[in-house]
């Protein structure tokens, strides 16, 4: 069946899926947000202060440092406490990674030939399976084997997807599959190239990133430059955006990318105009001040706030509300509801009246959303009653 609009239809990479704890990973699932605790491990309660934030932001999974035997004890308390599945970063010590496995991690982002002999990759396998523990293989641009390097003669696409292989082949000779793949680097064509190779030479779920992006702008930039590239074109299962900023900001700039693809919705989607002489607001101010006081909405919802009458009609017809100034009215404009003009309002009022406006449609969506999951629950029932008889 042809699309109504073919040229936003984007067909995701067919994948194996995982599970990191309760989120499912690859095979089709919804495209998971993660991001990275940076506070000591230890202290738990800075920690877990840290992993709130992130939960209260929609982090799906949230990844902690686990250098040494102090941060694995830590572990423990942490995953009690969260809400979301967390993922304990390994590096070198095998011992670490049963530590971690052992103290309810979800996930365990370990490169297996980096870790020792035969039997202790054997033993951390292991744990994974009696402690029902995913793993992630995390290839980097900048820590590739020496005998690769050796190889290839510098980090290069081919050589991170032959060392993303060699590590997943250790892992199914030990019978387990329960993993996904990243190939990062902070050199965008790289990682994309890498991405690219590795998406055709296996099944797995990937994690995509642009590791060690930089600050927030250039980080956000080069981010969406290049997963933009890889979700456009179908590929990765889950990501992590890395800034050097407040953690929080990964997940937002995470969910934007994937907003903005239709691939993933979370929050007010809010479409506003740059601003020009024929503003009949002070449109950027608004905006700024309308995303600080829709933060805490997550339902998926559109809001348009366009500055005069030359657009703003057009694109409050394909938002949920929306307000367009610079009518006839000098201090007024005209707000939209569900696309349709509703009434007028003035300036000084209009952001109070917006966030209002935007809080009662998205009470009104979640009594929608409820009201369909109950008929899909019951009409399942129906099925199961069926079945049985």
């Not at 992130?54 to 809400?83: F, H, M, Y």
């Not at 490169?111 to 035969?118: D, E, Q, S, T, Y």
């Not at 809010?270 to 449109?283: L, T």
Request: charged share 25%; hydrophobic share 40%; net charge negative.
């Amino acid at each position: 069946m042809s699309s109504v609009r073919p040229y936003r239809d984007i067909y995701r990479r067919e994948s194996r899926k995982i599970h990191v704890g309760n989120v499912p990973v690859g095979g089709g699932a919804p495209i998971s947000v993660q991001s990275m605790t940076n506070t000591l491990t230890p202290d738990v309660e800075a920690t877990m202060e840290q992993i709130r934030g992130l939960e209260d932001a929609g982090a799906d999974i949230v990844r902690v440092s686990c250098p040494d035997e102090d941060s694995t004890a830590a572990l423990k308390d942490i995953v009690a406490q969260s809400n979301v599945p967390i993922v304990a970063d390994i590096h070198f010590h095998y011992k670490r990674a049963i530590e971690a496995a052992e103290a309810g991690a979800a996930c365990l982002r370990i490169n297996p030939g980096n870790i020792g002999n035969a039997q202790r990759v054997k033993d951390v396998v292991q744990a994974a399976k009696d402690h029902g523990c995913a793993m992630r293989i995390g290839v980097n641009a900048g820590s590739l084997e020496k005998d690769l390097l050796e190889k290839y003669g510098e980090p290069c696409p081919e050589a991170m997807v032959e060392s993303a292989l060699d590590h997943a082949r250790i892992l199914e000779d030990n019978d387990f599959y329960e993993f996904k793949i990243s190939v990062k680097a902070s050199d965008v064509f790289l990682a994309v190239a890498a991405y690219q190779g590795l998406a055709e030479a296996c099944d797995y779920p990937l994690h995509l990133g642009i590791t060690e992006a930089g600050g927030f702008q250039s980080g956000t930039i080069k981010s969406s430059i290049g997963m933009g590239m890889l979700l456009w074109s179908g590929i990765g299962d889950t990501i992590r955006v890395s800034l050097s900023a407040d953690p929080v900001k990964e997940i937002g700039v995470g969910f934007d990318i994937l907003k903005s693809l239709n691939l993933r919705h979370r929050g007010v989607n809010i479409i506003s105009c740059p601003s020009c002489s024929r503003q009949g607001f002070e449109v950027i101010k608004t905006v700024e001040t309308l995303e600080k006081r829709l933060e805490h909405i997550s339902t998926p919802m559109t809001l348009s706030v366009i500055g005069c009458v030359v657009n703003g009609p057009g694109e409050a017809m394909m938002t949920d509300v929306g307000f367009t100034g610079g009518g006839s009215g000098k201090n007024t404009g005209m707000v939209y509801v569900s696309g349709l003009a509703d009434h007028k309002i003035d300036n000084d009022g209009m952001v109070d009246h917006l966030v209002e406006l935007v809080e009662k449609k998205a009470a009104e969506i979640e009594v929608e959303r409820a009201k369909e999951a109950a008929a899909l629950e019951d009409q399942a029932a129906e099925n199961r009653v069926s079945a049985a008889e």
